[in-house]
């Protein structure tokens, strides 16, 4: 419970709470922890509230408008969808695959535009890089931990440092084998060779 404390809310509670050291899984644990966290309520809703004006502050010097457009891996478009209420306008974002069916309320008053699903497979049941997701994650992360928020001066506060983050210099090497091989790729078969994005999918998938 101390850790969940500090990671969502950065607030180090005392070694007195009796919950201190209690295991929590949320969502499940929910109602037990909505008790815990009861005498940190006004500490809590300091800290949202001064995460949120950070936030609001640091989009609105984008002057985010439709022309924008939004990039993230997949799915359901949800940092899509809360981005678009906090600017109050539909926005377009660029997945590699997206949910686009019907049932998706991120994309009723938003575009999501997928790259590597076919125009009638809806939930990217049959895309080879949405079957492997968490292997593409793998390699597209950050070298800095999650990060939890904004400070007043448009700092990063990340989460510390996980595998990922620990072994980055192993992604670099990794990363710059992926740019070698697509250098030698098209030096073998010529810049006018078709890399539709079918294709693309059809190749990652053969290993």
Not at 28 to 53: F, M, Q
Not at 154 to 179: T, W
Request: charged share 30%.
């Amino acid at each position: 419970f101390s850790q969940y404390m500090y990671d969502r809310f950065d607030i180090l509670i005392p070694e007195s709470d009796e919950n201190a050291d209690q295991m929590v899984c949320v969502p499940g644990d929910a109602n037990k922890v909505r008790k815990w966290i009861l005498p940190y309520r006004e500490e809590i809703l300091s800290h949202v509230k001064r995460e949120r004006d950070n936030y609001l502050s640091y989009v609105d010097q984008f002057e985010i408008s439709e022309k924008d457009g939004m990039i993230d891996l997949w799915f359901n478009g949800k940092n899509q969808y809360y981005l678009s209420k906090i600017v109050g306008r539909c926005l377009t974002g660029f997945y590699f695959t997206a949910n686009l069916a019907q049932e998706n309320e991120c994309c009723r008053d938003n575009i999501l535009v997928p790259c590597f699903q076919a125009a009638d497979d809806a939930q990217a049941k049959r895309s080879n890089i949405m079957r492997r997701d968490i292997f593409v994650e793998s390699f597209l992360t950050a070298p800095y931990g999650m990060i939890k928020y904004l400070d007043e001066k448009f700092n990063y506060i990340c989460a510390p440092d996980g595998s990922n983050q620990k072994k980055f210099a192993k992604r670099d090497i990794m990363n710059q084998g992926v740019c070698d091989f697509m250098r030698d790729y098209l030096e073998l078969m010529g810049e006018e060779t078709d890399l539709a994005p079918q294709f693309t999918d059809r190749f990652f998938g053969e290993f």
